[in-house]
C-alpha cells in the first residue's frame, strides 16, 4: 500500500548583493536540476556569504508509486520547522479534517458571542451588574485558552480524535447544567469552567490536525479552518436570538448542549495519520528498557522526601518544556514578541463581541436589529478569511515571514474601528463599523495560527500554542470584566470601546516595531560582507590557550590575504595548514578562500612520513606551522623532509623531495628559510590589495576551497577536494539545524580538531555564517580545559566526538562544575553509543543534544538532530535528512534500492558530494556514480520521516557462519555495561565459522572486569551467535590519524 507524499516547496530566497535574505527550506535535487540548487561561495569573502537560490518546488507526480518510490530514494528534504511532521497528504482525508475543523470553531471559539444575545436576559435573572455579567465570558473564554497543557498531555496519551469527542461530551454536559444554575457562581463553574474546558479539548487538537494533515497548504488550511469562527459568528447568534424568543435563556442553553455535542462527531473524524502510529509504537518499545531501569531507583526514593522533592522539580521544567514551550520565551525572540502581542491583544480583541448587543439596544436599537450586527459580523467574517487564506496560500506568499506585518496592520485597523464605534449610535453607523471591525477581525483570525506555525517548528506547535493560550487566557479573564467595571463607573459602554481601541493597536503596533527590530538585525547579519564581518568583533574567536585570552580579535583576512598574493601564491595553488587549534587557524582558512588557494589541512600529529606522504601528494606550495607545539618538533620534522630549508632563502624553498614548496610560514618562533605570519601579513601592498578585491568578482562557488585527508581506514589517505559551494551551504544548513538564527548567544566551545571538518565546516565556517562565538579550550585536546572553558566561559553549545564526551562524563569534578550555561551540543565523529548520549542528557543536562552523521567526502555533515528531538530520536539513530540532500539505501552487490526501513548501503546526492580525491579518478569513479550518487560505505536504514540509522561498516560487516553481525550493534549493548568505559567490536578468522566476534575493552577508572562476566552480561540479552568469543582488555585504542 502506497500514500501519496508531497514534499514541501522550498521558500524563494530574495538576493541583495549576493546575501540570502531568507531561510532556505524543503527539498532541492541539485543534481537533476542544476538551477534550483544554491549556489554558493564563500570565496565571495566581501560579496556573498551565501549565494544564489532559486525555487525548487518539485513537478507533480501522477502516480502515487513513483512518488512514494523517490521518497525512498531520499527526497526527504523537509525544512527544519516541519522535521517531526507525518506524512502529509495535503488533499484527500485532509479536507474531511479540515471540514471538521471548521464545524468545531464555529461550536466553541464562537460561542462567547451568544453571551451578547443573553446579557439582558441574564441581567434581570440574576439582577447582575455589567461588571458581574462580563465574568462569564471572560471564565469561558480564559479556560478555553488556558486548558492548552491538559489538552497537550491528553493529546500525548490518546490522541487528539478522543480528545476531541471527550470535549464535546464535557462541553454539553456543561451547557445542560447551565440551564439549572440559580446563581451566577453556578453559572460561572458550569458554563464558564465546564464547558469552557470542553471547548478548550476540542478547539486545540483540531487546529493541531490541520497542521499535521497540511504542509505544502498549511498557511490556506490555517486559514480556512479559521472561517469556522466566522461560521459561528454568522449563525450562532441568529440561532440563539431565536431560540431566546421561543425558550428563554435556559431552555436556549439546554438546546445549544445538544448542538455543541456535534463535536464528538467532528472528533470522529480526526482519524491520526496511518505513519503516526507505527513510530509511536516504535518509541514505547525503544524506551522500555529504561523504565525497566529506573525502576529499582523509583522505589528507594519513595524514602527520601527531599530527594522526591528535587526530583519532582527537576521533572517539572521537562513538563513546561514539552507541554508550553516556556523554554521558547527565553530562546526565540519572534516567539517571545508574538506571544506577548497576540495576548495584550486579547485584552480587548473580544471585548466587542460580548458588547455589541447591549450598545446597540441602549442607544434604542431593537434587539432583533442589534442581534443582525452579529450576523453580518459573521457574514463578513465567512467572506473575508478565506478570501484572506487563498490570498497568503499563494506561492508568492507561501511561507513568507513577512505575513506578520499584515496581521500587525489588520490588529491597528480593528483597534482604530472600536474608537469609531465608541463615537457612533445610529444603526446605519453602526453597520459601517461592523464592516470595518469584521473585516480586520477576519484578517487577524486567519493569519493568527499561521504566523505562529511559521514562527516555531511544527513539532513545537502543540505547546507553544498551549503557552500562548495561557497567556491570553489571562487578559482574556481580565478584558471584559475591566470593561464591565468601567461601564458600570461611567454608565456608557461607549468607554468600554475605547479601551478595547487601546489595547488592540497597542499590541498590533508592538508586534510591528518589534518584528521590523529583529527583522533588521537579522538581515544586518546576513547580508553582511564577509570580509566586514571577519574584521569586526561581531565575530568572536574567544582563544583560551595557556591562559591567554583574546577576545574579541580583530581577524585581519584581507591583510593575510594579499600578504600570500604578494608571497606569488596564486588561484589553485595549495598552501598546507599544520598545527594545533590556534586564532592563526581561524585565519589562514578564510585568508586563503578570498585568495582562491586552496587549503590543505594537515594534521598536527604527522609524523615525517605521513607529512612529506601529504605535502607531495598534492603538491603544497607553502606551509603554515609553528616551531614546537608540546613535544611535536614541526621545525625539525619538516627540515628532516626539507633539508634544505636551513640554508634557504626565505620564500625561495628548492626541495628535491618537495619540488614545489616554496614558502614556509611559522606561528610562533621564526626560524631560518621561514616567514612569520605577521611578515606575510605586512608584505602586501597596494597592487596586492586590488588584485584581491578583483578576485572577488570572478570567483566560482565550485572553486575548491580545501583539501581534506581521509583518516585512511580504507587504504592510504585520499584528497578530497570540497568546494565553497560544498562547505558554506553545509555550514549555512547546520546552523539552522541547530536554531543559530534565532539563540540569542551562542558561544561554541570547540575542543575537536580544526584541522578536520568537524572543526573547520561546523565549527570555522558555521562563524563566518551565523556570527557565533568560537572558544578554544586549548590548543591541544584537554578534557579538564573543556570543563573550565565552559564554566569560565559560559558557552552554551559544545562539540564533540563520543570519546570527547565520555571523557568529560569521566571526569571526576563534573560534577562540581557549573555548566549550567550549556543548552545544546554536537556529539558525531564516530558512532554514538546511545548510553552516553543520555548520560549527557542527565548528567551534565545538555538536553538539546544533538547527534550528526557525515563524512569527509560529503563536506561533512548529512544527517542531523534536531535540538527538540525526543529522547528516542536522538539515542536511536544519527538525526534527520540534511535540507538539499538526498539519500537512499540500496543492496550494496546489486545497487538494488531497498524500502524504507530496511539495512543496506547508504548513498548521499546533493551539493555537500565531494568534487572528487585529488589527483585520483579511478577511486573518485569507485565512490561517486555518474549521476552523482556518493557510496559511504555504510550500512544503514532510513525510515518513513526521513531519520538514519547507522549499523556499521560494509567492510566491519562479522559473517559468523552465515549469520551477519554489525560491530556497532554489540557494541551498544556492551556500553550499558556499568564497568565498560569504551568498546570496540571486531572479527577474528575462525577456521570453523569464518569469523568470530571479538571485544576489545577499555575498563572505567577504578574498576575491575572479567571475561566471563562480560559474557554472563550479554546472555539473554542479545542473540547468542552476538556474544563475544573473544574478551580483550585493553588500555588505550589505537586511533587513525584523524582520531578516531
Known amino acids: 500500500m502506497t500514500e501519496d507524499v508531497d514534499v514541501p516547496e522550498t521558500l524563494k530566497t530574495t538576493l541583495s548583493n549576493g546575501f540570502v535574505t531568507h531561510q532556505a527550506r524543503g527539498c532541492c535535487d541539485a543534481t537533476q536540476n542544476p538551477k534550483t540548487c544554491i549556489r554558493t561561495s564563500s570565496s565571495h569573502l566581501s560579496d556573498t556569504a551565501l549565494g544564489q537560490e532559486h525555487s525548487c518546488e518539485p513537478e507533480a507526480q501522477d502516480n502515487p508509486e513513483v512518488e512514494f518510490s523517490s521518497f525512498h530514494e531520499g527526497i526527504q528534504c523537509h525544512t527544519g520547522e516541519q522535521h517531526n511532521e507525518h506524512l502529509a497528504p495535503d488533499g484527500g482525508w485532509g479536507w474531511a479534517v479540515l471540514m471538521a475543523t471548521i464545524v468545531v470553531l464555529a461550536l466553541t471559539l464562537a460561542f462567547p458571542s451568544c453571551i451578547g444575545i443573553f446579557y439582558t436576559a441574564l441581567q434581570n435573572e440574576f439582577q447582575a451588574s455589567n461588571y458581574e455579567i462580563s465574568w462569564l465570558p471572560a471564565i469561558l473564554t480564559a479556560v478555553v485558552h488556558s486548558g492548552g497543557p491538559v489538552c497537550s498531555i491528553l493529546v500525548e496519551h490518546f490522541g487528539c480524535r478522543t480528545t476531541i469527542m471527550v470535549g464535546g461530551v464535557l462541553s454539553g454536559l456543561g451547557m445542560v447544567v447551565s440551564s439549572f444554575a440559580q446563581t451566577m457562581l453556578q453559572l460561572y463553574i458550569a458554563t464558564g469552567v465546564i464547558t469552557g474546558l470542553g471547548f478548550c479539548l476540542c478547539f486545540q487538537p483540531s487546529v493541531t490536525m490541520v497542521g499535521y494533515y497540511f504542509v505544502r497548504r498549511r498557511a490556506f488550511a490555517s486559514a480556512l479552518s479559521s ?6 459568528l454568522c449563525v450562532l447568534p441568529l440561532l440563539a436570538n431565536f431560540l431566546l424568543e421561543k425558550f428563554g435563556w435556559r431552555g436556549s442553553f439546554l438546546v445549544l448542549g445538544g448542538v455543541v455535542l456535534n463535536c464528538c462527531v467532528c472528533g470522529a473524524v480526526m482519524r491520526p495519520l496511518r505513519t503516526k502510529m507505527k513510530v509511536k509504537s516504535r518509541l514505547i518499545q525503544s524506551g522500555n528498557p529504561l523504565l525497566k531501569t529506573n525502576g529499582v531507583l523509583a522505589e528507594q526514593e519513595r524514602m527520601r522526601p527531599k530527594k522526591l522533592l528535587q526530583n519532582t522539580l527537576s521533572a517539572l521544567v521537562p513538563f513546561l518544556h514539552k507541554h508550553m514551550a516556556v523554554d521558547l520565551i527565553r530562546t526565540h525572540p519572534r516567539f517571545l514578541v508574538y506571544s506577548l502581542g497576540v495576548s ?44 484572506t487564506a487563498l490570498l497568503f496560500g499563494l ?19 480593528n483597534g482604530m474601528s472600536n474608537c469609531v464605534c465608541g463615537a457612533v449610535t445610529s444603526f446605519h453607523a453602526l453597520l459601517a463599523y461592523v464592516l470595518m471591525f469584521a473585516a480586520s477581525m477576519s484578517v487577524v483570525g486567519a493569519l493568527l495560527f499561521t504566523v505562529l506555525m511559521s514562527t516555531v517548528e511544527m513539532s513545537r506547535f502543540q505547546s507553544a500554542l498551549g503557552l500562548v493560550c495561557i497567556m491570553q487566557s489571562v487578559t482574556l479573564l481580565l478584558g471584559p470584566p475591566l470593561a464591565g467595571m468601567l461601564a458600570d463607573f461611567t454608565g456608557q459602554y461607549s468607554y468600554m470601546f475605547f479601551f478595547c481601541s487601546v489595547s488592540v493597536s497597542t499590541a498590533g503596533l508592538f508586534i510591528l516595531v518589534s518584528f521590523y527590530w529583529l527583522d533588521r538585525q537579522r538581515n544586518k547579519k546576513e547580508k553582511k560582507p564577509f570580509s566586514e564581518l571577519i574584521n569586526k568583533p561581531s565575530i568572536n574567536l574567544v582563544a583560551d590557550i595557556g591562559g591567554n585570552q583574546a577576545p574579541a580579535q580583530r581577524m585581519k583576512v584581507d591583510h593575510l590575504a594579499a600578504g600570500l598574493l604578494a608571497l606569488g601564491l596564486k588561484k589553485s595553488d595549495r598552501l598546507g595548514i599544520w598545527g594545533p587549534n590556534t586564532y592563526e587557524w581561524i585565519l589562514f582558512q578564510f585568508a586563503t578562500a ?31 606551522c609553528p616551531k614546537q607545539f608540546k613535544s611535536q618538533r614541526f621545525y625539525d620534522i619538516l627540515a628532516q623532509i626539507c633539508p634544505e630549508l636551513n640554508t634557504a632563502v626565505t620564500g625561495s624553498i628548492r626541495s628535491a623531495r618537495l619540488p614545489d614548496l616554496r614558502n614556509v610560514i611559522v606561528t610562533d618562533t621564526k626560524e631560518p628559510g621561514m616567514l612569520h605570519v605577521n611578515d606575510v601579513m605586512q608584505a602586501a601592498e597596494s597592487q596586492h590589495h586590488q588584485q584581491l578585491e578583483g578576485l572577488q568578482r570572478i570567483l566560482s562557488p565550485e572553486q575548491p576551497i580545501n583539501i581534506q585527508f581521509t583518516s585512511g581506514t580504507t587504504g592510504t589517505p585520499k584528497g578530497v577536494i570540497l568546494s565553497h559551494h560544498n562547505i558554506v551551504n553545509n555550514a549555512y544548513f547546520i546552523g539552522l539545524r541547530m536554531g543559530y538564527r534565532w539563540r540569542t548567544e551562542v558561544r561554541v566551545c570547540i575542543p575537536v580538531p580544526m584541522y578536520h571538518c568537524f572543526g573547520s565546516v561546523v565549527g570555522g565556517m558555521c562563524m563566518a555564517v551565523h556570527g557565533i562565538t568560537l572558544i578554544f579550550p ?83 555533515i548529512t544527517f542531523m538532530g534536531f535540538p527538540s528531538d525526543r529522547m528516542e530520536l536522538k539515542t536511536d539513530g544519527v538525526g534527520y535528512i540534511m535540507d538539499h540532500t538526498e539519500a537512499k539505501v540500496v543492496e550494496s552487490s546489486t545497487g538494488q534500492l531497498l524500502p524504507l526501513g530496511q539495512s543496506g548501503e547508504l548513498l548521499i546526492r546533493g551539493y555537500c558530494v565531494m568534487r572528487g580525491y585529488w589527483d585520483e579518478p579511478a577511486r573518485t569513479q569507485e565512490s561517486v556514480s555518474e549521476d552523482g550518487w556518493y557510496k559511504t560505505g555504510d550500512i544503514a536504514s532510513i525510515n518513513q520521516h526521513g531519520y538514519c540509522r547507522i549499523e556499521g561498516r560494509i567492510k566491519d560487516m562479522i559473517n559468523r557462519g552465515g549469520e551477519k553481525i554489525f560491530p556497532a550493534e554489540v557494541e551498544q549493548f556492551l556500553y550499558t555495561h556499568p564497568k565498560v568505559k569504551e568498546v570496540q567490536v571486531v572479527g577474528v578468522k575462525d577456521d570453523r565459522l569464518g569469523e568470530q566476534v571479538c571485544a576489545c575493552i577499555k575498563v572505567a577508572e577504578g574498576q575491575h572486569c572479567t571475561v566471563e562476566e562480560i559474557k554472563a552480561y550479554c546472555k539473554d540479552q542479545i542473540s547468542y551467535f552476538k556474544i563475544p568469543h573473544y574478551v580483550m582488555f585493553i588500555e588505550n585504542f589505537p586511533l587513525t590519524a584523524s582520531g578516531k
Open 344 to 387: 495584550w491583544m486579547m485584552l480587548g480583541f473580544l471585548g466587542p463581541l460580548v458588547y455589541l448587543v447591549p450598545y446597540a439596544t441602549t442607544h434604542g436599537i431593537e434587539h432583533e436589529h442589534a442581534a443582525m450586527l452579529m450576523t453580518i459580523l459573521g457574514l463578513v467574517n465567512v467572506i473575508v478569511r478565506p478570501t
Open 594 to 624: 578570498k585568495a582562491r588557494i586552496i587549503m590543505v589541512s594537515l594534521n598536527p600529529a604527522s609524523t615525517v612520513n605521513e607529512l612529506a606522504f601529504a605535502l607531495r601528494k598534492v603538491q603544497c606550495n607553502a606551509v603554515v
Open 395 to 413: 506561492k508568492c506568499f507561501r511561507g513568507s515571514q513577512n505575513i506578520v506585518y499584515v496581521l500587525a496592520f489588520a490588529l491597528l485597523v
Open 778 to 860: 586549548s590548543a591541544a585536546y584537554n578534557v579538564q580545559a573543556n570543563l573550565e572553558a565552559i564554566q569560565k566561559e559560559r558557552c552554551t553549545v559544545i562539540y564533540g566526538t563520543p570519546t570527547m564526551y565520555i571523557d568529560l562524563l569521566s571526569q571526576r569534578k563534573v560534577e562540581n562544575m557549573n555548566l549550567s550555561s550549556l543548552e545544546t551540543g554536537v556529539m558525531g565523529g564516530s558512532s554514538c553509543p546511545p548510553e552516553v548520549i543520555r548520560r549527557v542528557i542527565s548528567e551534565m543536562k545538555v538536553k538539546e543534544i544533538t547527534v550528526a552523521y557525515g563524512t569527509t567526502e560529503n563536506s561533512p
Open 227 to 232: 472561517t469556522g469562527t466566522a461560521l459561528g
